[in-house]
């Protein structure tokens, strides 16, 4: 059974940071792919950032580049999203999701499995 849990979220202002992290358990097959998504009330599920276990490069959306920083620690099977100057528009529940169904990565109908989210709350 694959279980995520995210933590980490809280409430920051303008410019601050935060470091989520997720705990992945039960998942051992297939290629280890794991991303962060966001999600603001009435709004879709937006992807943030991928980390592929391959050697490929992370991938950032372009509202995140040089600010957030994902990484891993393989043997935990924990995840972290590092988030530096953080704006107001970057509130929103954060996911963190694991096994990609391959195509486009933030996608969120491209993911199997899903956390139940933190909440990130950025004030001016």
């Known amino acids: 059974q694959v279980h995520l849990v995210e933590s980490g979220g809280g409430s920051v202002q303008a410019g601050g940071s935060l470091r989520l992290s997720c705990a992945v358990s039960?998942?051992?097959?297939?290629?280890?792919?794991l991303s962060w998504f966001r999600e603001v009330p009435g709004e879709e599920r937006e992807g943030v950032a991928v980390?592929?276990?391959?050697?490929?490069?992370?991938e950032y959306r372009d509202f995140v580049k040089g600010r957030f920083i994902i990484s891993q620690i393989k043997d935990n099977n924990t995840l972290y999203l590092e988030m530096n100057s953080l704006k107001p528009e970057d509130t929103a529940m954060y996911y963190c999701?694991?096994?990609?169904?391959?195509?486009?990565?933030?996608?969120?109908?491209?993911?199997?499995?899903w956390g139940q989210g933190t909440q990130v709350t950025v004030s001016s």
């Open positions: 999701a694991a096994r990609w169904r391959g195509g486009t990565w933030y996608d969120k109908e491209r993911w199997i499995y």
């Open positions: 039960g998942y051992t097959s297939g290629k280890y792919s």
């Open positions: 980390i592929y276990d391959l050697g490929d490069s992370p």
